[in-house]
């Protein structure tokens, strides 16, 4: 133990002062290209952006009402939610297992729960500050509400239906076999193929973006073939993470893009997909470069990945 103690903490040591470095490093170099980049293809700014259209203004003392109203019915629906998952017995519970956390319909329908929760704390408020006097004026809030939303929803239907589409042909999964057989083929040293891990990775989460499906691919190839070369699992899912990260900002199969585009429309009105993905290619580059560096000076260094992980055997 005395031996084994003070490389443990020199490991740790080093970990934390790379990691930091590292991070440092990062900010600068991402403050220059925003600033070198990304702000001149944006042009000046009035300080001026499209004004959020806000309902009639409310005295203080009916928004005080309105506020204590929340404030109780969330309470209250609060205790129903504890009277539904609290007993032993409770229906939100599993039917056979009892258990609240995991396979529940607790779990199952949790987003329902919280939808309905704002929706009773958002009604009483109405009702106390007599900003809602008719079931009319609740619907005509929700469907002001939705009416915001009109340019997000459609984004989203023509991308789920592009996704879909596309992880029907199985188009990504033929190329991430095929690039990966190419990989475990290539006769170059460890280092070298995990760089060129990282870069194929890199390019597949283009098409790819989901973290486990990729990883359900290469995995199995990857895994085995580093371990024959001396190289432990912790660092090849460290080189997977690093190739997985920058192009999801690019990728216009992010679930987040049509949310981004959106915002962007608050303050470039013409931005669109095409915009956005353009604007986050400069930084999408300088990550790749800078992380792959890291790692590469991470793997020669032997600094440990974390306790008992070393990057090599």
Excluded: C
Aim: glycine share 8%; net charge negative; proline share 7%.
């Amino acid at each position: 133990a005395r031996l084994v103690q003070p490389d443990f903490t020199m490991g740790i040591t080093a970990n934390l002062f790379f990691s930091a470095a590292s991070t440092i490093f990062l900010v600068f170099v991402m403050t220059f290209v925003t600033h070198r980049f990304v702000m001149p293809r944006l042009g000046g700014w009035n300080g001026v952006h499209d004004e959020v259209e806000e309902g009639p203004e409310v005295p203080p003392e009916a928004e005080a009402k309105g506020l204590k109203w929340a404030l109780w019915a969330f309470l209250g629906s609060l205790v129903v939610l504890l009277i539904l998952t609290v007993p032993s017995n409770a229906v939100l519970r599993n039917p056979e297992t009892g258990e609240l956390i995991g396979d529940s319909p607790f779990m199952q329908s949790i987003l329902v729960i919280i939808t309905l929760m704002f929706l009773v704390a958002g009604v009483a408020y109405g009702k106390g500050a007599s900003t809602i006097t008719t079931s009319t004026g609740f619907i005509e809030a929700v469907i002001k509400t939705f009416a915001g939303l009109a340019g997000l929803i459609f984004l989203l239907l023509i991308i789920s239906q592009f996704i879909a589409y596309f992880n029907y042909s199985n188009m990504a999964t033929v190329a991430a076999v095929g690039m990966a057989d190419w990989l475990e083929s290539a006769n170059v040293p460890a280092l070298v193929l995990l760089v060129g891990f990282i870069f194929v990775t890199f390019l597949l989460n283009i098409i790819i973006p989901g973290v486990l499906p990729k990883w359900a691919i290469f995995a199995p190839v990857f895994v085995p073939l580093f371990l024959r070369l001396g190289v432990e699992p912790q660092t090849v899912l460290a080189a997977y993470r690093i190739g997985d990260s920058p192009t999801n900002v690019i990728t216009p199969l992010m679930v987040y893009l049509p949310f981004i585009v959106l915002v962007a429309q608050k303050y470039k009105p013409d931005a669109g997909v095409g915009t956005i993905v353009s604007l986050m290619i400069p930084y999408s580059a300088v990550i790749a470069v800078a992380w792959t560096l890291f790692f590469v000076v991470w793997y020669l260094l032997g600094i440990p990945l974390g306790p008992g992980a070393p990057v090599s055997g």
